[in-house]
């Protein structure tokens, strides 16, 4: 669980009101409509929820008929993790907290193992009926929501349970994301223990509302109190903005969400007051070309670096976190990040100071926290993503950003941003992506190495869909399977970097041993001839290849 630092408090010192769902015999225009939001919202969650049972609850009937394990089995489950490919994935575990199956085969490795030490585990097989668990630690290596159901024999005799895992951000994401694009709000959700399992500001999500510093203020602690107890209500607090600059007055309304056991608060809130920050005041350098652009930013970032070497940590840090300083120079501005991920300069967002932003990903699902710091430890060099930009009402839009390690505790970085590249893909867009990418790697589970390098090679075969073909990388770099680019076959390509220096097959390659995820390239697009900036999404076959795939911005 995230724990913001206590030098964060000062976000919440404003005076937080509770209105605490005191009733009225008339309710004003905006909060009924945050309230049917709110609604909307919770029918949309509940009825994800029972898609995800429905699914579950098949591969129960078609295992009561079969086996607990083996390879039918297997197929049962991978068949019905296709269908949701946000999730990550889905076991067989006996009465006695055995895992019999357990699928994609890169978890193979858990059958055998005994759980039936969890609690959640335990659980599933006392009360024998459907569960929604709570956010808990999984074996598998992630915080995530087990969703169960009960087999039973033909005879009726109890034989386990069958589950589907997924992380609450990326089951939560897609219903918030329907029910709130075309309003003014924001949402947060939470369990009923305080646990926060999603927010639109990521770095929230594991935090406790009852417990954590950084929500103390007593009258806020008392709202939040009541947001734990109560279905539903209204109130207002104040906390910090959605820049990370100042503060804000917010009304919340909130209703609950879940089933099988599952009980989420889903609060909606609306901000009552702006950012005390002009965001139209901070820069005002018209962009120039990227090229000539770019060159200034990296001698920038050389500055920044060569400054903390000679001023010592302390007095860089404190020089790069002003806002008015000498490391803001129009466009570019100096972040800084420990090794850990751990935020130490962000001076147009300094409410983020101190915080963990470990596995924080962008619009896109992209983890460019983790990207960054990986590109630092090797060195340096560049990454892109996408960021609120504080030049432009701090829309979010597509950054190129160059870091470099000050030592081995922590590295300085800055970036441009092209708003000229279009870098939006809809839920819809990156479930299809990652579906084509899990059903390459089922197949070359299946069918072994040889025969899917083979098929994923062959450019007049399935695989080979236009400019959505399948790709393929050894760890090591080697290249296994570019079907339009066959002359790269057998080359080592770790090192290969695009136009502005993105090491994109070691971006790639690092994305896949964390366990897959989405990367930004800069690329060929084999229908047009020309390179273009694509979202691919990687997915590791076994500890030694990837498999991947991408979308073109534009092309859809």
Same mark, same amino acid.
């Given at each position: 669980?995230?724990?913001?630092?206590?030098?964060?408090?000062?976000?919440?010192?404003?005076?937080?009101?509770?209105?605490?769902?005191?009733?009225?015999?008339?309710?004003?225009?905006?909060?009924?409509?945050?309230?049917?939001?709110?609604?909307?919202?919770?029918?949309?969650?509940?009825?994800?929820?029972?898609?995800?049972?429905?699914?579950?609850?098949?591969?129960?009937?078609?295992?009561?008929?079969?086996?607990?394990?083996?390879?039918?089995?297997?197929?049962?489950?991978?068949?019905?993790?296709?269908?949701?490919?946000?999730?990550?994935?889905?076991?067989?575990?006996?009465?006695?907290?055995?895992?019999?199956?357990?699928?994609?085969?890169?978890?193979?490795?858990?059958?055998?193992?005994?759980?039936?030490?969890?609690?959640?585990?335990?659980?599933?097989?006392?009360?024998?009926?459907?569960?929604?668990?709570?956010?808990?630690?999984?074996?598998?290596?992630?915080?995530?929501?087990?969703?169960?159901?009960?087999?039973?024999?033909?005879?009726?005799?109890?034989?386990?349970?069958?589950?589907?895992?997924?992380?609450?951000?990326?089951?939560?994401?897609?219903?918030?994301?329907?029910?709130?694009?075309?309003?003014?709000?924001?949402?947060?959700?939470?369990?009923?223990?305080?646990?926060?399992?999603?927010?639109?500001?990521?770095?929230?999500?594991?935090?406790?509302?009852?417990?954590?510093?950084?929500?103390?203020?007593?009258?806020?602690?008392?709202?939040? *109190?009541?947001? &734990? =107890?109560?279905?539903? +209500? @209204?109130?207002? /607090?104040?906390?910090?903005?959605?820049?990370? %600059?100042?503060?804000?007055?917010?009304?919340?309304?909130?209703?609950?969400?879940?089933?099988?056991?599952?009980?989420?608060?889903?609060?909606?809130?609306?901000?009552?007051?702006?950012?005390?920050?002009?965001?139209?005041?901070?820069?005002?350098?018209?962009?120039?070309?990227?090229?000539?652009?770019?060159?200034?930013?990296?001698?920038?970032?050389?500055?920044?670096?060569?400054?903390?070497?000679?001023?010592?940590?302390?007095?860089?840090?404190?020089?790069?976190?002003?806002?008015?300083?000498?490391?803001?120079?129009?466009?570019?501005?100096?972040?800084?990040?420990?090794?850990?991920?751990?935020?130490?300069?962000?001076?147009?967002?300094?409410?983020?100071?101190?915080?963990?932003?470990?596995?924080?990903?962008?619009?896109?699902?992209?983890?460019?926290?983790?990207?960054? *710091?990986?590109? &630092? =430890?090797?060195?340096? +060099? @560049?990454?892109? /993503?996408?960021?609120?930009?504080?030049?432009? %009402?701090?829309?979010?839009?597509?950054?190129?950003?160059?870091?470099?390690?000050?030592?081995?505790?922590?590295?300085?970085?800055?970036?441009?941003?092209?708003?000229?590249?279009s870098a939006g893909f809809n839920t819809t867009e990156r479930d299809e992506l990652v579906e084509r990418v899990k059903e390459a790697r089922r197949y070359a589970q299946v069918h072994g190495t040889e025969r899917a390098i083979a098929d994923f090679n062959d450019?007049?075969?399935?695989?080979?869909?236009?400019?959505?073909?399948?790709?393929?990388?050894?760890?090591?770099?080697?290249?296994?399977?570019?079907?339009?680019?066959?002359?790269?076959?057998?080359?080592?390509?770790?090192?290969?970097?695009?136009?502005?220096?993105?090491?994109?097959?070691?971006?790639?390659?690092?994305?896949?041993?964390?366990?897959g995820g989405f990367v930004y390239v800069d690329y060929l697009n084999p229908e047009s001839g020309a390179a273009g900036l694509k979202l691919c999404y990687v997915a590791p076959v076994d500890d030694e290849w990837l498999v991947g795939s991408g979308i073109y911005?534009?092309?859809?």
């Amino acid at each position: 669980m995230k724990v913001f630092p206590v030098a964060m408090i000062f976000l919440v010192l404003a005076t937080a009101v509770a209105l605490a769902g005191c009733s009225t015999p008339e309710t004003d225009p905006k909060t009924a409509d945050m309230e049917a939001v709110a609604g909307q919202l919770t029918v949309s969650i509940d009825s994800g929820l029972g898609d995800l049972r429905a699914g579950i609850r098949n591969n129960s009937l078609s295992l009561s008929a079969t086996n607990l394990s083996g390879r039918e089995a297997e197929e049962i489950l991978a068949e019905n993790l296709l269908h949701h490919p946000w999730a990550i994935s889905s076991l067989v575990i006996s009465r006695d907290g055995i895992v019999m199956t357990a699928v994609p085969e890169n978890y193979a490795g858990m059958v055998g193992i005994n759980l039936s030490w969890q609690p959640e585990v335990r659980k599933a097989n006392a009360d024998r009926v459907p569960v929604v668990s709570g956010v808990f630690r999984m074996d598998e290596g992630f915080d995530g929501i087990s969703q169960s159901y009960p087999v039973f024999s033909p005879a009726g005799e109890y034989l386990g349970y069958t589950d589907i895992t997924y992380t609450a951000d990326a089951f939560l994401s897609r219903h918030v994301e329907n029910a709130t694009s075309l309003t003014p709000y924001d949402v947060w959700i939470a369990q009923t223990d305080g646990t926060v399992i999603f927010d639109i500001h990521k770095e929230e999500i594991g935090s406790n509302i009852l417990t954590d510093p950084a929500y103390s203020d007593p009258a806020m602690r008392e709202l939040f *109190t009541r947001i &734990a =107890r109560e279905p539903s +209500g @209204s109130g207002k /607090y104040s906390f910090h903005d959605d820049y990370w %600059n100042g503060t804000v007055t917010k009304t919340a309304v909130w209703d609950t969400a879940g089933i099988d056991g599952a009980e989420w608060r889903v609060v909606v809130t609306s901000a009552e007051n702006g950012s005390s920050v002009n965001p139209a005041a901070i820069m005002t350098t018209a962009p120039a070309a990227t090229d000539t652009r770019y060159a200034n930013l990296t001698r920038f970032v050389e500055r920044a670096a060569a400054y903390a070497q000679v001023h010592g940590k302390e007095a860089a840090l404190r020089e790069f976190n002003k806002a008015d300083g000498t490391f803001i120079d129009g466009e570019l501005y100096i972040f800084a990040y420990g090794m850990n991920g751990t935020v130490i300069a962000l001076p147009y967002q300094p409410g983020l100071l101190g915080t963990d932003r470990t596995g924080i990903t962008d619009s896109n699902g992209v983890e460019f926290i983790d990207g960054l *710091t990986g590109v &630092a =430890r090797n060195g340096g +060099g @560049s990454l892109y /993503y996408i960021y609120p930009n504080p030049d432009d %009402n701090y829309r979010e839009e597509f950054k190129l950003s160059y870091v470099l390690p000050v030592n081995n505790e922590w590295f300085v970085g800055s970036g441009i941003y092209l708003p000229e590249l279009s870098a939006g893909f809809n839920t819809t867009e990156r479930d299809e992506l990652v579906e084509r990418v899990k059903e390459a790697r089922r197949y070359a589970q299946v069918h072994g190495t040889e025969r899917a390098i083979a098929d994923f090679n062959d450019p007049r075969g399935v695989f080979a869909d236009g400019s959505r073909y399948i790709f393929a990388y050894a760890f090591n770099g080697t290249t296994l399977a570019l079907p339009f680019q066959p002359d790269m076959i057998g080359s080592n390509r770790m090192d290969f970097s695009d136009t502005y220096g993105v090491k994109i097959t070691a971006w790639e390659i690092a994305t896949a041993k964390r366990g897959g995820g989405f990367v930004y390239v800069d690329y060929l697009n084999p229908e047009s001839g020309a390179a273009g900036l694509k979202l691919c999404y990687v997915a590791p076959v076994d500890d030694e290849w990837l498999v991947g795939s991408g979308i073109y911005a534009g092309e859809l």
